[in-house]
């Protein structure tokens, strides 16, 4: 059964800081997707990561994966107050999107 | 484009009632897929449809809960006699044919039962 875990489950941070969000899963997978999501919101498309070794930037933010290693990063550089959300990171396996758990990231001011 | 389309999009039941939630998929979209979010949790497949067929519905809960994708018309998921761990928002989200489509998430019902 295919299983993904991010840490931190929770992240309070200053503005201006830099910090990453950890994405780990279990098994082969050919693709993931980071999304963000504001309380009682649907999900926003960040990014799709699709090859080893794939790097995606936008604004503050930098995704990475390193399948070799079942890891994928979400880089925060800099952080403003409005990127406070949960950050949710999914694997697909055949259809099914396998979520994390999720980081809820506090950005403060 | 519209894109995936969710009603209603907050729904209130009492413990014992049924609740309908309704999913219309993107224009040329022919999968659809339901997920569930507990409190503080992230989003668990539930059930994959395609017109008219169930193709995995290994996510479901055996009792109680049930999808369809009809020929015309909305996909349903639909829960009878709610419980209180029902609450939940229920994302809809769809895909073009074929295997490896990615999946467009919908607005989410939120689901409350008192």
């Known amino acids: 059964e295919l299983k993904v875990e991010q840490n931190p489950l929770f992240l309070s941070m200053q503005e201006g800081k830099n910090y990453t969000i950890y994405c780990n899963y279990s098994?082969?997978?050919?693709?993931l997707y980071w999304y963000r999501q504001d309380p009682g919101k649907s999900l926003e498309s960040l990014f799709v990561l699709l090859s080893n070794g794939a790097v995606k930037q936008e604004g503050r933010l930098m995704a990475s994966l390193d399948t070799k290693a079942r890891l994928s990063t979400l880089h925060i550089t800099a952080a403003v107050h409005d990127l406070s959300a949960t950050y949710f990171c999914?694997?697909?396996?055949?259809?099914?999107?396998?979520f994390g758990t999720g980081t809820r990231l506090k950005v403060l001011a | 484009n519209a894109g995936v389309m969710q009603n209603p999009r907050h729904l209130v039941r009492r413990r014992g009632q049924e609740a309908r939630l309704r999913c219309s998929p993107m224009k040329g979209h022919s999968h659809v897929y339901w997920y569930r979010q507990l409190p503080e949790e992230g989003l668990k497949f539930m059930v994959y449809l395609q017109k008219e067929n169930i193709i995995d519905e290994s996510g479901m809960p055996k009792e109680r809960f049930s999808a369809e994708f009809p020929k015309e018309g909305p996909s349903i998921l639909r829960i009878q006699q709610v419980v209180r761990g029902d609450s939940a928002a229920y994302f809809c989200?769809?895909?073009?044919?074929?295997?490896?489509?990615?999946?467009?998430f919908g607005p989410g019902t939120r689901l409350t039962v008192t």
């Open positions: 999914a694997v697909v396996n055949a259809y099914k999107y396998i």
């Open positions: 098994t082969t997978s050919d693709r």
């Open positions: 989200a769809s895909s073009p044919p074929g295997d490896r489509g990615e999946q467009y």
